[in-house]
């Protein structure tokens, strides 16, 4: 029996963002994948001094960022990590992994951390903190036995 599912206006706006959210995030690998190939075969060239000055011309974000698309879209590439993980880490946390990934030191339990825990907290696993300030209280992964930061306010009370 087909029941007709009737949703509310802030979770018909939810369900948009979420959808779009997905496209923008595939659009980001489909653009690091095509910028990879520009600058392999060097099409860039036909139109411009250098590939950077071409990057500046899109106007979608600093020469920075845009390599950054390209490194997520090589770690797909070169099956480090797949665009399925990388669809559900996101752009900004996956930025964090690449280096450990190019060195081999960003193991599975670190990957499935990434894909549920916060960016500061990703980067105070990987040894990225800022301030040099660690938080008081760790969980210890029974399974792997790694310690993991966490707030209080990351518990969930029903």
Known sequence: MNEIIQYTVAQVNELRIRELVKSAKLNFLEIGRLLNEN???AYWSENHESFKEF???????????VTRLMDIANV????WLTEDEVLEIGVAKTCLLIPGIKKGKVDIDT???AKVCPYRDLRIHLGQVEDGEMPEEYLECPRCGNRFAFRKEMIRRE
């Open 39 to 41: 600058l392999e075969r």
């Open 55 to 65: 990057v500046e011309s899109l106007g979608v974000g600093s020469y920075s960022w």
């Open 76 to 79: 797909v590439a070169l099956h």
């Open 111 to 113: 990957v499935e951390l």
